[in-house]
Antibody, heavy 117, light 110 residues
Framework: EVQLVESGGGLVQPGGSLRLSCAASGFTFSSYWMHWVRQAPGKGLVWVSRINNDGSSTTYAGSVKGRFTISRDNAKNTLYLQMNSVRAEDTAVYYC??????????WGQGTLVTVSS | QSALTQPPSVSGSPGQSVTISCTGTSSDVGSYNRVSWYQQPPGTAPKLMIYEVSNRPSGVPDRFSGSKSDNTASLTISGLQAEDEADYYCSSYTSSTTVVFGGGTKLTVL
């Protein structure tokens, strides 16, 4: 059974940093693209970032480029999102997703990030 | 990259069919067969219903179907059931190699 379990969310001050983690199991982690997708409270889904299977290729949404970094550790079956210089508009539930280039076939339950002073 | 355009809400009675549209541009929906659809009941994580325009993952009922014409993709749900009530989102690959979602459509089963 595919499982994606996010952690690391919480309250962070504007301008601060946070690192999200996603522990994957039930599939060959090193074979798949992985993504982060976020959803602000009461709002729609927004794609954040993508990383290829071996970590050699990453892509970001314009709104987070230069501030967020996606990475993965295939030995630990774990996906990461380093969030720097966070803003109020980064407040959202962050979902870890498994998939292909542009679709997401499994989703975690999400971790809430709140940016506030 | 602007969000894809979806109607805010649609509704239908049990047994009927409903169609949700998703309009993009020639830089996303119109140029790539990488349109997906997701179902999100309240308080839960999204679930993939359709990928690459018209493909259904294993376990998704064949009542759900997808199509595309020019810059507009569509999700059709036939034989509507109460359990289909949820928010639905489309997404597409873009010429910038990113992914863009639609604003979401709330489906109400009357």
């Amino acid at each position: 059974e595919v499982q994606l379990v996010e952690s690391g969310g919480g309250l962070v001050q504007p301008g601060g940093s946070l690192r999200l983690s996603c522990a994957a199991s039930g599939f060959t982690f090193s074979s798949y693209w992985m993504h982060w997708v976020r959803q602000a409270p009461g709002k729609g889904l927004v794609w954040v970032s993508r990383i290829n299977n071996d970590g050699s290729s990453t892509t970001y949404a314009g709104s987070v480029k230069g501030r967020f970094t996606i990475s993965r550790d295939n030995a630990k079956n774990t996906l990461y999102l380093q969030m720097n210089s966070v803003r109020a508009e980064d407040t959202a539930v962050y979902y870890c997703t498994k998939g292909g280039l542009a679709h997401f076939d499994y989703w975690g339950q999400g971790t809430l990030v709140t940016v506030s002073s | 990259q602007s969000a894809l355009t979806q109607p805010p809400s649609v509704s239908g009675s049990p047994g009927q069919s409903v169609t949700i549209s998703c309009t993009g541009t020639s830089s996303d929906v119109g140029s790539y067969n990488r349109v997906s659809w997701y179902q999100q009941p309240p308080g839960t994580a999204p679930k993939l219903m359709i990928y690459e325009v018209s493909n259904r993952p294993s376990g998704v009922p064949d009542r759900f179907s997808g199509s595309k014409s020019d810059n507009t993709a569509s999700l059709t749900i036939s034989g509507l059931q109460a359990e289909d009530e949820a928010d639905y989102y489309c997404s597409s690959y873009t010429s910038s190699t990113t992914v863009v979602f639609g604003g979401g459509t709330k489906l109400t089963v009357l």
